[in-house]
């Protein structure tokens, strides 16, 4: 794996570091373009065609929504051990996710007679996206499943790609145990494109929420005038930030454990020690065969194109960097994490010291694992119940709040040319 120095890091090898594969996202909006198209146009038809052409699957119109018998198959086909680790995660997103419900309605005197305040309200539907294009992942299910049931959002739909003609099991099972209301067996572009439009079958929904792939950051390109969307969730990423204090065998398996995700998966270790840099390069290269060949080809691959090690002149110089980066994954591995972690504004998700495994926020610890990618932590945050709610203002004055403003209410209203503004609050004075 390949160290760089700060002071060697060249303008376009930094601005390559920085952009990672989201460069190439708007290379796919061409290519997806006639399939949204088509989805809008005709819908359930076109759905099944792209289907069969995509994924290989024939669908019958009646197969497109997941039936009760067909969540009856798919719980005798999972493990009792993969059932209680789902249980498990389940449980913990639940305990964190209802710590960050806010108030349903409060308010505030700004001045006499000036109340105003802020009204929390669910949204009425969501459509929940879980991809399943290398490999499985029902453990998205809850992250995106539990915080939409905490905020009350009235229907919540699922769309899901027809693993086998069937869907991933476990993913069923997932939605099952979380009451999601309907789940479908479509993925990729014409998923996105369903919930954004509605079909005869797939509702629309008011925002789509869930990560994916080129084709589907590029669907949600294409729709994002026509239905919200939730946090830019592309391909997952890691920034291990370590000094002389941290364990590399610890840094370098941290980093693998998002490059074999795929081969647009960053994994970058910033560090002020050439020391650390070296020997965390040399364990990489000890545990890559550990790792199956099949996932250790995106692991090999991962590094090439986006991997790093960094080695930086000091700690102020580290955090700046990874405050530039915005990485959706970052491990502290220094002698004062909780003190660098208040200096880091733009990561995803920040974990503290050598025992907070990515991995664990990935799966079970109740954090949630949708996070900014791409860069976007730096507007972006972490999923939470907060992508399921709205917030109308709400405001009540009385007539000596209305006294105590109308002057100046006026001297707005004049000199922004707004006669009947003036009037709609003055005519309450005769």
């Known amino acids: 794996m390949r160290i760089i120095h700060t002071s060697d890091l060249s303008p376009r090898d930094k601005a390559k570091l920085m952009m990672r594969s989201q460069a190439v996202i708007l290379e796919y909006v061409d290519k997806v373009r006639h399939i949204v198209e088509d989805v809008r146009e005709r819908g359930d038809e076109a759905i099944v065609k792209h289907v069969e052409k995509l994924d290989g699957v024939k669908l019958s119109l009646d197969r497109l929504e997941v039936s009760d018998e067909d969540f009856k198959r798919a719980e005798e086909k999972i493990s009792p051990s993969l059932l209680r680790a789902m249980k498990h995660a389940i449980e913990n997103l639940r305990r964190f996710h209802r710590e960050q419900l806010p108030k349903k309605m409060w308010f505030t005197e700004v001045e006499e007679g000036i109340h105003v305040g802020l009204q929390a309200s669910p949204l009425a539907r969501v459509g929940l ?21 905490v905020a009350g959002v009235k229907e919540v739909i699922l769309c899901t790609p027809p693993v ?29 494109a369903a919930m954004a439009f509605g079909t005869q079958t797939i509702p629309r929904v008011d925002k789509i929420v ?25 391909p997952s990423e890691v920034m291990v930030l370590a000094d002389e204090s941290a364990d590399p065998r610890i840094a370098a398996a941290e980093i693998l454990s998002e490059t074999e995700h795929g081969p647009d998966s960053p994994g ?6 050439r020391r650390v840099a070296e020997e965390v390069s040399r364990e990489i290269e000890a545990l890559l065969p550990l790792i199956p060949e099949w996932r250790r080809g995106f692991a090999v691959e991962a590094l090439g194109k986006y991997g790093a090690i ?17 990485p959706e994954h970052l491990l502290i591995l220094t002698a004062d994490p909780l ?58 004055v009385d007539v000596k709040g209305l006294k105590h403003v109308l002057e100046d209410l006026e001297v707005y209203a004049d000199y922004e040319g707004f006669p009947a503004h003036k009037l709609a609050a003055r005519i309450r004075f005769p």
Do not use: W
């Open 129 to 149: 996206y879980i991809p399943a294009g290398k490999g499985k992942f029902p453990s998205v299910v809850p992250m995106l499943g539990v915080p939409a049931k």
């Open 164 to 192: 086998d003609g069937f869907g991933d099991p476990a993913t069923l099972v997932a939605a099952k145990l979380l009451g999601i209301d309907r789940v479908f067996r479509v993925g990729g572009v014409p998923a996105i």
């Open 210 to 234: 869930g990560p994916g792939g080129p084709y589907v950051s590029a669907a949600k390109i294409l729709v994002r005038d026509h239905v919200a969307l939730g946090t830019p969730a592309g």
């Open 268 to 273: 970058i270790l910033v560090t002020t020690s």
């Open 310 to 326: 960094i080695v930086c002149k000091d700690m102020e110089e580290a955090i700046e960097f990874i405050n530039e980066y915005s």
């Open 339 to 396: 003190g660098i972690c208040v200096r880091v504004r733009s990561a995803g998700a920040v974990f503290l010291g050598p025992y907070s495994s990515v991995s664990a926020g990935c799966y079970l610890t109740g954090s949630n694992a949708i996070l900014p990618t791409g860069g976007s932590g730096k507007a972006y945050s972490a999923t939470t119940v907060y992508d399921f709610l709205r917030f109308q203002c709400v405001e009540f």
